[in-house]
């Protein structure tokens, strides 16, 4: 079974705070990406990446950098945490390998930025 | 940039229903994914189509390419399918990440 973990379930920052949020998967999956959803927004691509150190921007990248210094490890960082970051941050990742490319998500991350 | 599109945003429904969700989207794609998605946030990939039909289950996925308009339906539908089923497409063949609709919030009653 894939498995895709997040470090954290819930999570409080203060405003201005350096934030990082891990995910790791166990099925040496090549693509991982993060997303954020919001009510009424539904889900958006913050960044993703397909292979080690490399990271392509998503529809939403500002505020964000993210980190893949190995395969199965891909870091979502928010360099000064804003309110406007409050949200729930999902982690998914996919393999081409296997034809089908279904994506795979993490349990998420509620973060809140007070 | 893709617009994906589902209707309804809401739906309540009996249990044993035929429950149909519909999702459109504006511009050519590689492939579109159903996503089912409960309370507590964890997604669970349904379907993943590029043509035709698929069918797990009570569960069955359509997708018309000409037309870019895909139906989740669900049939006998149980309490535990009250979701939130989400749309997403896919427009490149690489590792673009995926476009989604807003979801349909589904509640099936007993």
């Known amino acids: 079974d894939v498995k895709v973990t997040q470090s954290s379930r819930y999570l409080v920052k203060r405003t201005g705070e350096k934030v990082f949020l891990e995910c790791v998967q166990d099925?040496?999956?090549?693509?991982m990406f993060w997303y954020r959803q919001d009510p009424g927004l539904g889900l958006r691509l913050i960044y993703f990446?397909?292979?080690?150190?490399?990271?392509e921007k998503g529809d939403i990248p500002e505020g964000y950098s993210v980190s893949r210094e190995k395969k199965e490890r891909f870091s979502l960082i928010l360099e000064s945490a804003s309110t406007n970051q409050t949200s729930m941050y999902l982690c998914?990742?996919?393999?081409?390998?296997?034809?089908?490319?279904?994506?795979?998500f993490g349990p998420g991350t509620r973060l809140l930025v007070l | 940039k893709n617009e994906v599109e589902q209707s309804p945003q809401n739906l309540t429904a009996q249990e044993g229903e035929f429950i149909t969700i519909n999702c459109s989207y504006s511009?050519?794609?590689?492939?579109l994914h159903w996503l089912q998605q409960h309370p507590g946030g964890g997604i669970v990939s349904l379907f993943m189509?590029?043509?035709g039909k698929k069918k797990h289950g009570r569960l069955i996925a359509t997708i018309n390419i000409q037309e870019k308009h895909s139906s989740l339906h669900i049939t006998a539908s149980h309490p535990r399918d009250s979701a939130v089923y989400i749309c997403?497409?896919?427009?490149?063949?690489?590792?673009?990440?995926?476009?989604f609709g807003k979801g349909t919030h589904l509640i099936i009653q007993p």
């Open positions: 998914a990742s996919s393999s081409p390998r296997q034809g089908s490319e279904t994506q795979y």
């Open positions: 990446s397909y292979d080690v150190k490399m990271k």
């Open positions: 997403a497409v896919r427009a490149g063949g690489g590792a673009d990440g995926l476009t």
């Open positions: 189509l590029s043509s």
């Open positions: 511009v050519g794609i590689s492939a």
């Open positions: 099925m040496d999956h090549e693509n």
